[in-house]
């Protein structure tokens, strides 16, 4: 299995900031993942992070909006930028283990007013 | 879009065996079939998966039909811990595609 920890848990951000979460994983992994879990809602993927290259959006999320950093194989950022009541969500990252078992963080619960 | 459709909810009582059915009748043969619970407020926990052959661990068995369009997640005794939302999700091994679709409500009643 696999230790992550996601910063902050929670947080209440005013709307208009930005708002960083970090990842970190106990041991090295080349995938990591992003999703984003609105209120009442399945997961939904936003980027895949892997270290040593661009990270890979998926349709209706922009680097531009949800930043993302890789600088090595156990740590990545999120970044949600000018935040509105709509990204009032739980942002979780996951990691592919040897086994291809992946795993998740306990999320990040993220309240914009 | 999910490749897995499963039923919205279900009960179970407790101590009673739980079978959370999904189909995944476009599944490839290259793709595996992973099942998660995402218990409230929590992330999701990974419970098994598997590729065509049965497979048990401690959580659970996943039980795949021949012809691989379906699949049967079994908790052998439900207990109230168990009430969470399973997902069914099929992926390709090392890809990022990785797609949750609506999930199934177990609730474990005593």
């Known amino acids: 299995s696999a230790v992550i920890s996601q910063k902050p848990s929670r947080d209440i951000c005013q709307r208009g900031t930005s708002l960083t979460i970090q990842c970190q994983v106990d041991s090295q992994v080349t995938m990591m993942f992003w999703y984003r879990q609105q209120p009442g809602q399945s997961l939904t993927l936003i980027a895949t992070?892997?270290?040593?290259?661009?990270?890979?959006?998926e349709s209706g999320f922009v680097i531009d909006k949800f930043p993302i950093s890789r600088p090595n194989l156990t740590f990545s950022t999120l970044t949600v930028s000018n935040m509105s009541p709509e990204d009032s969500s739980i942002y979780l990252c996951?990691?592919?283990?040897?086994?291809?078992?992946?795993?998740f963080g306990e999320g990040s619960w993220l309240t914009v007013v | 879009d999910a490749k897995t459709t499963q039923p919205p909810s279900m009960d179970c009582a407790e101590g009673r065996a739980a079978n959370l059915p999904c189909n995944h009748s476009?599944?490839?043969?290259?793709?595996?079939v992973y099942w998660y619970r995402q218990i409230h407020s929590q992330g999701p926990q990974y419970i098994i998966h598997g590729l065509k052959n049965n497979e048990t661990n401690e959580m659970a068995s996943l039980i795949i039909t021949e012809d691989r369009k379906s699949s049967t997640l079994i908790l052998p005794h439900a207990t109230l811990r168990d009430t969470a939302v399973y997902y069914c999700i099929v992926r390709v091994v090392n890809s990022d595609d990785m797609r949750f679709g609506a999930g199934t409500r177990l609730t474990v009643k005593p």
């Open positions: 996951s990691v592919v283990m040897p086994g291809n078992t992946i795993y």
């Open positions: 476009t599944i490839s043969g290259n793709e595996y």
């Open positions: 992070a892997n270290q040593g290259s661009e990270a890979t959006y």
